[in-house]
């Protein structure tokens, strides 16, 4: 069986082996797309095609909507070259259950893909058309956090932007330059409404999609590059606008525990492909059933019943609370309970650690007790049901292959948004009492106890990449097992209001960390020991 239009020909082969197929006409689907396309999307990775696509497809199925997906890919373009366009732009989407089952899924909601490349006429040319339709509704966005910053990690300028800002937009090289000349394109063609929503996992999304975008209409508009009104264009919010959303759904990379699922069904061709950027991707996703997409209700140019298909649209003060709640108490801060303890312990799937008794009560105490008294309820999403899915349903399902070490990458950078703001909400109440955080500082030596890269049995690990390594493990480095710990030495980190969002000494935590840190050196097992003590 190819998943491609010749082999799913042979509807009865494919729905044997228990695939949920298509039922809509997507030759008819297709034509209606490529003359009125409502939604183009960038980025095609696994999220993408999980759960947007999905989503499409089911409506299509129930004869909500008529027309399908465009996808641009504006980073690794082996993506459409190797892996849409060989299989006619269907993917299968795997959805991995808590209960133990799995739901095949063979998706045909993207009926053209594209190359955002301003170098490739006929790729540009083809986009340039479906940014001057009338039809275009939205333009979507999973690109990384990192896809919208116009300059590198340190700071410095990118040299695709800075040339892009010189030339204007006939041949954009940088990413959102050749977005921003698309949008340009919509603007020449009649200044015609859009809605540009980043679906990115990052806070205010939306915002940095504006103000990478009105980067350029300004330096195009100084520069005398771009027709005049193109920079109102771009902040006027009748006609262009740029909603925040919050999007939650596991897609861990394709696994090889599905492909052999999917071989033995006598799916061919299924082999992954590690592309020159180092991308990998193959014919399948592997993804989680919960799946959560909270988008501010800004469409100048209307959009179509999405909320069918279990999509949630609100008001901006709801997506900010909806995100809050997430990051700051019911979702990421247990993750990063699990990623510390877990890379100590030894642990190497997130999964198994909720059979473990002590690091269960950690989270509960951490979610239920010590977060969820300073979450604001968003009214859309209930914080003690998001909690309870997460607890029971999502981090234990045995067959999403996520990992301590992959969910520790850049924890410093996490702190002070996963904790730092449920105690600067203690702090704030005259009702809550700081002193009656017991964990959260619990959670905090753990992150310098991992820092040793000393697992609990006293062996050698391999710390997780975070841009702060080097500015931290020197103060951990004088630690070993069976001594003691200087909370002075320490200080220059649990004062770093950039690392924990307070300082732990004003925050009077600080004493409390260091304390719980010496107790877990004193030996092999004392991560263990303390952990039993105090949860």
């Known amino acids: 069986m190819k998943l491609n239009e010749q082999g799913l020909k042979d509807r009865d082969a494919w729905e044997a082996a228990g695939f949920v197929l298509p039922k809509f006409d997507r030759d ?29 497809q089911n409506l299509l199925n129930e004869g909500v909507l008529d027309r399908g997906l465009v996808v641009a890919e504006g980073f690794d373009y082996e993506i459409i070259e190797k892996m849409n366009r060989p299989h006619d732009d269907y993917g299968i989407a795997v959805t991995l259950k808590a209960d133990g089952s799995i739901e095949k899924t063979v998706v045909g909601s993207v ?96 915002d940095k999609l504006y103000a990478a975008i009105q980067a350029f209409a ?9 027709d005049a009104g193109f920079q109102a264009y771009v902040n006027d919010k009748k006609k262009v606008s740029f909603p925040w959303s919050m999007i939650d759904k ?60 279990g999509l949630m649209f609100t008001e901006r003060e709801t997506v900010d609370k909806v995100e809050k709640m997430k990051v700051c108490t019911c979702l990421n801060p247990l993750h990063t309970c699990l990623a510390v303890f877990g890379c100590i312990l030894g642990y190497e799937k997130i999964s198994e650690e909720m059979k473990d008794a002590e690091l269960v009560k950690l989270v ?80 905090f030596a753990g992150w310098l106890r991992y820092l040793m890269g000393i697992n609990d049995a006293g062996g050698k690990f391999e710390l997780s990449p975070d841009p702060l390594l080097d500015t931290v493990c020197p103060y951990v480095a004088g630690l070993k097992l069976g001594g003691t710990v200087d909370p002075e030495v320490l200080r220059p980190v649990l004062e770093n ?35 039993k003590k105090y949860v």
């Not at 960038?42 to 999220?47: E, K, L, P, S, T």
């Not at 955002?116 to 956090?145: C, H, P, V």
């Not at 603007?187 to 990052?202: H, I, L, Y």
């Not at 960390?513 to 303390?530: F, H, K, N, W």
């Open 111 to 206: 009926v053209e893909s594209h190359i955002l490349d301003s170098e490739n006429e006929a790729e540009f040319g083809r986009l340039k058309e479906i940014f001057e339709k009338d039809s275009l509704q939205m333009a979507s966005f999973t690109i990384t956090e990192k896809g919208y910053s116009l300059v590198t990690g340190k700071g410095e300028a990118i040299p695709d932007v800075m040339s892009d800002f010189a030339a204007g937009p006939e041949k954009p090289k940088s990413y959102i330059g050749k977005v921003a000349s698309l949008l340009y394109t919509r603007f020449q063609a009649g200044e015609k409404p859009v809605a540009m929503v980043s679906m990115d996992n990052c806070s205010h999304n939306g």
């Open 250 to 309: 596991i897609t861990p990379r394709p696994d090889a525990s599905v492909e052999e699922i999917l071989k033995k069904d006598k799916v061919e061709e299924l082999e992954p492909v590690i592309t020159s950027r180092h991308t990998y991707v193959a014919p399948f996703v592997n993804a989680e059933e919960c799946e959560y997409l909270v988008i501010e209700d800004a469409f100048p140019n209307g959009r179509p019943p999405l909320e069918k298909g």
């Open 218 to 226: 300004e330096k195009w508009t100084e520069n005398g590059l771009v």
């Open 497 to 531: 209001t950039k690392i924990f969002g307070v300082n732990l000494y004003d925050a009077g935590m600080a004493e409390t960390v260091a304390s719980y840190l010496g107790e877990m050196i004193q030996e092999p097992g004392a991560v263990r020991a303390t952990l």
């Open 28 to 56: 008819k689907v297709k034509a209606a797309t490529a003359e009125n396309p409502f939604w183009i999307h960038f980025g095609a990775g696994n999220i993408f095609r999980a759960f947007q696509a999905n989503v499409v």
């Open 364 to 443: 509960e105490t951490v979610g239920y007790k010590e977060g969820l008294p300073v979450v604001i309820n968003p009214g859309i999403l209930d914080p003690k049901d998001f909690i309870d899915t997460v607890l029971k349903v999502r981090i234990p399902n045995p067959f999403m292959p996520d990992t301590p070490q992959r969910i520790a990458t850049d924890t410093s950078q996490k702190l002070a948004i996963r904790f730092g703001e449920t105690i600067k909400a203690y702090q704030a109440s005259s009702e809550l009492d700081v002193k009656d955080l017991k964990l959260i500082p619990l959670v």
